[in-house]
């Protein structure tokens, strides 16, 4: 049971479990436990377990951003440290090995990193940095060897990432100004929007959206991908075949197309988009939920129709003290959910005006997956939130009680983790309240040797021996990284287990910082001196040129093995000259 107090504000779903978190800064989680998904020791027996606490080492540990895979969780805790539990098979825990972990442990591959947000789908992971990069595991890399740890995905020079969406076995990124990268290897519907059928492993820039168009939000179903810009304006691309695009048909989309939406009043415009299983939603600043495609309530819907959830739930919007903030979905191949944070304003004195204008800043505040609320003097003035995060590893406790709820049923929690994936179900909010001693265990610290637990459940193992590299080790390895625009043909490892860390070198670190000073500009680079970029790409049959490309792609397959902190001027301006999206798409075809 959750404590009567609490309000449940996050919803993550896997395979065959569910995972909550609440205004309190507690998770609680049910269902199957055969990989140790709940957070409990590994189950023996395939049955649900009731709802639980999630047990992590001591008060002091609340999360900040939860993302749940097909059995597996990742959290990132508001002392910036990720924390990983349940399957790890395919090393989706990314702790540098595939052995069973039956107990929450940190990734310490990350911990000398501020991360911003963690993003998990099925056995993929992906972490923002507060610089803008982002990290990923685990993946196999081009002569089959599997990676268990995280590893950056270096992208054009400057560029940063505001938003990671992944669907099934494909990603899309979203970068600071703007742009899209795409990669996977499903990409049979065209759901990476490059206008073909064929795979990337890495990502490469969406030509669609030259610029003229600025996308501010994004995000990914199982088969299908959902954008909006800063104008309102909507575009969609993947599979239609369950008409979750919302183009008035329902064909696969294999590059962007708009989405029309004469449906909204001339006075409206969207605000937040979301994509579920086979589904997709939108919503107005005039707090209206519009959806399309398949799900418990519709069957193949190829436009937006609203969602009058008002009549789903009378009552409760009466004298407009409940207001709508925030729509949200979470799916994997069982489940499918979508819902929405609604704001409790009763204890409110200010004007509905004021009101609404706090909650306009309130949910461009909001992160998907997120538990807390960022900081805001304007929302905390006329909102108090028991929740809300003045900075990183701080808290702002209210002795009040929260305003901004979403309360769920027991009989709502207990249908829905029995929907289909087909389905989308809306979960009540009908205020009632639960009682509960939840509370905060032990948790021993991450073993160094993860107990071995002999019951798989069926699942299958990679049999690919584990490279001693990869296994964690006293002394942590520096991060890998992958270049957005050549292939690593291996994962090479900086320090192998046992080994010391090199001592810094004083001439080494003042030849750093002079690098970091003396960064090369683009204009200056003698790599592209040598060679103009052709406006037609088919010039890369020239033989003088195919032969310069070779010699680049051999160089960077050599400067990708070498640590960063030993690049020289030119390998700098390699890299940049490589970084170049036309140059990007020369050297792909490149044998």
Sequence with gaps: EINKESNVNLIEVGETFSIIGTDFGKLYTWGWNNFGQLGKPISKENKSLPIQPVTLSNESIKPRNIAAGSNHVIMLSTHGDVICWGGNEYGQLGLGHNNPVDTPAINNYLLNLKIKRVTARE??????????????????????????????????FATQVAQVSAGHDFCVLLTSTAKLYSFGTANKFGQLGHGDDQPRQVPILMSYFDGSEKIDQIACGYWHTIAKTTDGKLFAWGSGIFGQLGTCQTYNEFSPVPIPT???????????????????????????????????????????????????????????????????????????????????????????????????????????????IQYNEFIAHHLQFRNMRKARGERDVSQRRANVSFDISPSGLKKETQERADTSVNISIDRKKFKSDAFYGNLGAQPKQPQKVMNIMNKRVIKEEVLEETRPGPNKPALEKIDSNVEMKSSPSRTRVGEKSPKKDSKLIKAKEERKQTTPELSSNPFRSRIRVPENEDTAKNSELESFLRETKRKLGVLMKTPREQWTKSDFELMKFASDPKIGRMLEKID
């Design 123 to 156: 056995n993929q992971n992906f972490v923002i940095t507060d610089e803008g990069k982002v990290y990923r595991w685990p993946f196999k890399t081009e002569d089959g060897e599997y990676v268990f740890r995280p590893t950056e995905i270096l992208l054009p």
């Design 262 to 372: 004469h449906f909204l009043d001339s006075n409206s415009k969207v605000t937040q988009i979301q994509a579920a299983f086979k589904s997709s939603l939108i919503f107005t600043d005039n707090r209206r939920v519009y959806w399309c495609g398949t799900n418990g309530h519709l069957s193949k819907m190829d436009h937006f129709i609203q969602c009058d959830y008002k009549t789903m739930y009378p009552g409760l919007w009466e004298g407009k003290l409940m207001i709508p903030v925030k729509i949200l979905t979470t799916w994997s191949r069982s489940m499918s959910i979508s819902y929405m944070l609604v704001a409790d304003t009763r204890d409110s004195p200010a004007p509905f005006s004021v009101k609404t204008k706090a909650l306009h800043l309130l949910a461009n505040k909001l992160e998907d997956q997120s538990v807390e």
